[in-house]
């Protein structure tokens, strides 16, 4: 048995194919924006918002004046036109942009609560059927501290009983075969605790984020998602800052956006 922390790894983030986009703009006639974005750019532009208003600007065929005649004038502002798009809730644009985070020693607590999150995300968690429970990682949670030995010694007892009882059940003998490997090793994780330390793979969209950020970060919220998440809201505070900037973080840890439910 080991103890161990949570932690958060972006592991994947948008990405633009800017000839795709330069040529549906050349052929709408609104190329113009694309120049003064990309000129804009101190190194390279950032993907992920660059692609959510180049969602919302479809709507409206606001590339540059003229394009809609009902369009007299345009938000050249970056910033300015995120900030009207989270004030007037066109959310569905955010949809666009989505990140992948692989969350390390996280426990299955945590997991449960996670993936009722299903719209806007995807997952792909360590399966206990496949996974043999040899080194049990567990965290002690800080309301559990003053009985931390107890704790201790409760989750070492469940860990040799997983390995002490692979090894009568002879499941490590040669010649067994692989599905009853699986139906043992499925069998005996419903004798681990559910707080043990497990990874898993989480997807989701922009739109997704601002939500669970703001529910899992609430004082409310079960203690280790609140660890997790605020982690994770810092990460996408600095990958895009323009869809994130009505957030801001309380004294006590809440994550609380000035726009909700957009």
């Known amino acids: 048995m080991h103890e161990t922390t949570p932690k958060v790894f972006l592991i994947a983030r948008p990405s633009l194919e800017l000839d795709g986009m330069r040529a549906y703009l ?15 750019a101190e190194a390279t532009p950032n993907a992920a918002e660059l692609l959510v208003e180049f969602a ?43 990140w992948s985070f692989a969350l390390r020693n996280v426990s299955r607590v945590f997991t449960h609560e996670l993936v009722r999150h299903r719209a806007g995300s995807a997952f792909s968690q360590e399966s206990l059927r ?33 390995v002490s009882a692979a090894e009568a059940l002879g499941i490590d003998d040669e010649g067994v075969p692989f599905h009853v490997k699986k139906e043992v090793t499925s069998a005996l994780r419903r ?14 969209n922009a739109r997704t984020l601002r939500h669970v ?9 079960e203690e280790e998602l609140r660890l997790v998440f605020d982690l994770l809201a810092t990460i996408m505070l600095e990958q895009a800052p323009g869809l994130f900037q009505d957030f801001t973080r309380q004294p006590d840890g809440a994550w609380v956006p000035e726009h909700r439910k957009v």
């Open 26 to 40: 050349e052929e709408i006639g609104g190329e113009s924006w694309l120049q003064m974005r990309l000129a804009g």
């Open 56 to 98: 919302g600007r479809a709507c409206y065929r606001s590339w540059e004046p003229g394009l809609n005649p009902n369009v007299s004038r345009i938000r050249t502002d970056q910033r300015e036109y995120f900030a009207n798009i989270l004030r007037s809730a066109h959310g569905s644009v955010l949809e666009h942009a989505s």
């Open 130 to 162: 496949y996974v043999r429970l040899t080194d049990i990682g567990f965290r002690v949670a800080p309301s559990l501290e003053p009985v931390r030995e107890r704790v201790l010694s409760l989750v070492e007892q469940l860990e040799e009983f997983q």
């Open 191 to 204: 004798l681990a605790p559910i707080g043990l330390s497990t990874d898993i793979i989480w997807s989701a």
């Open 213 to 221: 950020i703001e529910m899992r970060t609430a004082p409310g919220a």
